[in-house]
């Protein structure tokens, strides 16, 4: 099998191959790099490439298999890590030039769940300056680029991961969510990006920027690989208390099962306010196939969305006092979008911050209480395709809305609200757009339900029209 | 809802905050005015009877 094809197979594709050593993961992780390093100058996905720590990763699990030794369907398997996740003795910049020479001591907890399964770690990947917006445009590490179209963003904050995936370089990649930042590369990108439960994998290792909403979750090629992702990173966390000690489900359980008889919501407040014409087609057309697998539609009314404005406001405060001693001492070194976005929290007002306190749980109540009616939500993941690398505004109904920087959201419309809920969300890839920009799927689940929420997503994944395109940078 | 650059840079020098010159204060301008908006919208919804839910558990018979 040649090396590009070898690296467009999924981790459950990959996985028993590698068991049967069919595949070699030496072989298979010099593919990685070697795809890496050809598609780098077009996509800037990295900001560290690990060619010597990977091969010996590698050789390390290969030895292993031989041994008679195997650690699940990671072993063996190549993935990136995000910059702003610690790996030992291999420098996390968090995309910024205030910590480009942090060098942390341990890694983070997903980093060794990932590497006692076997994973191999070939990167640390761009994103935005302190995972602080949805465009991966670096102004220390440069621009990540779409695989789709090189001029476009692949969204942010986690573009490399969504990138590499994309484009074929790594299996999987851990990304964060603050606002979105999984899954917006996951639907820039034509990928599948989760964001799980908040508290069901630890944050441990991840630079937090806020204490209420910061999540690591995989970016895949496919709704199986994420859930078996999610499988190897799930899990309580004795050092971490954000995580909650509830037992692990088997993820792969309902994967392929019928969705006959479950009920989907579709928000008549907020999600499907504001956008782009393409982008609403493809997702209704998502809904009437989901409808047509037997899954039943119904609307659904979430009133209390009208304040969600008010989450952002705790995500300002909380900004301003992570960035609190790097401001004190490296303010030059920022870059002026993360600067001055970041400066505002400074005047946000304990009063409001209590305000803002209460309408997030009024939201939580609210989401709660239709989830007791349907078994998910359906919306668009982002209002708009990706916007171009050079784009300061996108224009929706009329006005236009900044992209990055102060006053910046409209992207993270859609994705914001679940990291304040605390609820599971995926996107997955539901088509294209005429320009040739892929478009996703955000459905949302109960606290802890991932599973159902893989089962109607991989049910979804089987009859999407995006399903089995790649961009043409993998193979040109 | 606007507030005057004076008063900001009040706040900065009374509160220890970070010094901001004029220019730099327009910059953040469009951050804090979707602050404001927020704010001004909530206006119109009562809070007063959202608790956490630890007082709701209280309210319906558990162990303060």
Known sequence: MAATELLTLTIAELAPQIRARQISPVELTEAALAQAERLQPRLGSFITILHDAARQQAREQE???????????????????????????????VGSKVLAQHVPAEDAEVVRRCK???AIIVGKENLE????????????????????????????????????VAACVTCASLGTDLGGSVRLPGTFCGVVGLKQTFGRVSQRGLLVTSFNGDHIGPLTRSVRD???????IAGYDPLEPSTVPVPVDDYMARLGQAVRGLKMGMPTDHYFELLDPEVE??????????????????????PMMQYVGALRITGMADSVITHEPYLAEHRQDYGPDVLYRTLAGQFVLARDYSKAMKVQRLIKEEHARVLQEVDVLVTPTA??????IAAKTVTL????????????????????????????????????????????????GRPFEEALLFQVAHAYETVSPARGRR???VQG | MAISHETLKAMIRDYQGFALSDDELELIWPELDIYLQAIEKLQELDLSAVFSSRLLRVQEGGQA
């Open chain 1, 397 to 444: 109904g009329g006005t236009a809305y900044p992209v990055r920087g102060p006053g910046s959201g409209i992207i993270s419309k859609n994705t914001s609200p679940s990291n304040a809920t605390g609820l599971p969300a995926i996107t997955v890839p539901c088509g294209f757009t005429v320009a040739g920009l892929p478009i996703g799927l955000q459905l949302i």
């Open chain 1, 281 to 302: 087609t493809a997702v209704r057309q998502a809904i009437a196939a989901l409808e047509a697998l037997g899954v039943e539609l119904r609307e659904v009314s979430l």
């Open chain 1, 226 to 232: 994420s859930a078996l992702m999610l499988q190897v």
């Open chain 1, 471 to 473: 961009p043409e940078v």
């Open chain 1, 116 to 118: 006692a399964a076997g």
């Open chain 1, 129 to 164: 300056e302190f995972a602080a917006g949805p465009t991966s445009n670096n102004p220390h590490y440069g621009a990540v680029h779409n695989p789709w179209q090189l001029d476009c963003v692949p969204g942010g904050s986690s573009g490399g991961s969504g990138a590499n």
């Open chain 1, 383 to 388: 209002p708009v395709p990706a916007p171009p």
């Open chain 1, 63 to 93: 030895a292993a298999l031989m041994r008679g030794e195997y650690h699940g369907p990671l072993h063996g398997i190549p993935i990136g890590i995000k910059d702003n996740i610690a790996t030992a003795g291999i420098r996390t910049t």
